[in-house]
């Protein structure tokens, strides 16, 4: 072996054990993760670190679960197949089958895209449910993708706790980024920004980067509402990147982990009125999620016939009828409701007793002007506002909702 080779890490150990290598020049390794290397999960060695380490986190040090960054490239083999082994292990495994297992489900590699392939026992970050998100808010025609991903996903995952849902995440746009960019600006890492991803899905709403236009910064705060109350109101597991609680900003570098300074740092100024605008809206949007069982089910919704009972969602157009199917035909229209009656709740408390919630009616605009909005008809009764974007008065019969807003509607038994 050359002197010179580094046998201060895993490869002065057992190179071809830890590592996929190309060839058989053991300098060259084959790259699932675009970070130089590939751990290889399927030798016993490798295997067994992977286990051993991951018990001791849970048994020495109290942890209570795991992200598996760039997750299918440790289930690659050398000729880049994945093999569900080092999986099952962690599945069947009596320390770790009790924590929390959540995978990054894509990778650099051939197929690496496995959104929905990891089963029951994992929660995936969603990536089909960021970009529809994203999309809806910026005025894309994706009205009908936004109820499944409202909804949990069915057409990706078994069920809802599998789907872990996020607008934004270390890699990429922050939320504020999101509305005020059109296009990435890492210039700073170096590399000519050809670097980090242009799929962003984000729109500067007129002016690129920061702006000192008041109703340009107000649309921008409100789009910010909007996005944490639909990750607030969507079946699944939330995600929410740090900072964006606050409306931090990257200055439009969507790929700045090489930066350690300011630019990716989360700066607390408690003198920034729209951070703590922001904030205040964030523990407003959550707390209600805790609040309201029905916005976080453990099962799918499902349809159900009059004879079989009430459904446990509905979709409700803004005329207050409910969605016929040649309706989910006009995506360009972005103006919806979701009705969660109390009968679609399924939680329960730790010893096992049914969680009380309430009747919601979720109403989303995503055009840029209101639109008028009718209640469903339902029983003697009244609705009250339980979250809103931006303020709004119900009426006896509807509302009108503002432009570029999430209303929360928690129904009142009794009345005339």
Not at 111 to 117: I, K
Not at 199 to 213: F, H, I, K, L, V
Not at 330 to 349: K, S, Y
């Amino acid at each position: 072996m050359d002197e010179t080779f580094d046998v201060t890490c895993l490869r002065g150990f057992d190179n071809a054990a830890y590592y996929h290598l190309a060839g058989d020049d053991p300098r060259h390794y084959v790259d699932f993760t675009g970070c130089g290397n590939t751990i290889n999960g399927v030798h016993p060695r490798a295997w067994q670190l992977i286990l051993d380490s991951l018990r001791r986190w849970v048994t020495d040090f109290h942890v209570d679960g795991f992200r598996f960054d760039l997750a299918p490239a440790m289930l690659r083999d050398a000729e880049g197949r994945l093999q569900r082994g080092l999986l099952n292990a962690m599945e069947q495994d009596p320390t770790l089958g009790k924590v929390k297992l959540i995978a990054e489900p894509w990778d650099a590699g051939y197929g690496g895209y496995l959104v929905g392939g990891f089963g029951p026992r994992w929660g995936e970050w969603n990536g089909p449910y960021r970009d529809c998100v994203r999309r809806f808010w910026r005025g894309d025609p994706v009205r009908g993708e936004l109820a499944s991903r409202l909804a949990g996903s069915s057409d990706v995952f078994g069920g809802p706790e599998s789907s872990v849902n996020f607008v934004t995440c270390h890699d990429g746009f922050t939320l504020r980024d999101l509305v005020s960019y059109d296009h990435k600006h890492n210039e700073a890492n170096g590399e000519e920004n050809r670097d980090g991803t242009d799929a962003n899905y984000s729109c500067n709403w007129g002016e690129e980067g920061p702006t000192a236009d008041p109703e340009r910064r107000a649309r921008r705060l409100r789009l910010m509402r909007c996005m944490l109350a639909t990750l607030a109101v969507s079946q699944g597991v939330p995600m929410l990147s740090h900072g964006d609680e606050l409306g931090r900003t990257q200055q439009g570098n969507n790929n700045a982990y090489c930066q350690d300074g300011p630019l990716s740092w989360v700066a607390w100024d408690p003198d920034d009125a729209e951070a703590q605008e922001l904030l205040a809206f964030a523990r407003e949007a959550f707390a209600l999620r805790r609040r309201e069982p029905g916005l976080r089910r453990r099962e799918h919704f499902h349809g159900r016939t009059l004879a079989e009972g009430p459904k446990d969602v509905s979709w409700v157009r803004p005329d207050g009828a409910e969605f016929e199917p040649h309706d989910w035909e006009h995506n360009e229209r972005r103006a919806l409701g979701m009705l969660i009656p109390e009968a679609a709740i399924d939680a329960v408390d730790p010893l096992g007793n049914p969680l009380l919630g309430s009747t919601l009616l979720v109403l989303f605009n995503g055009e840029l002007e209101p639109q008028p909005f009718r209640y469903p008809q339902g029983p003697p009764g009244s609705w009250e506002v339980a979250l809103a974007t931006d303020p709004a008065e119900p009426g006896g019969f509807g509302l009108e909702l503002p432009g570029h807003s999430v209303i929360v509607l928690r129904w009142q038994a009794g009345g005339a």
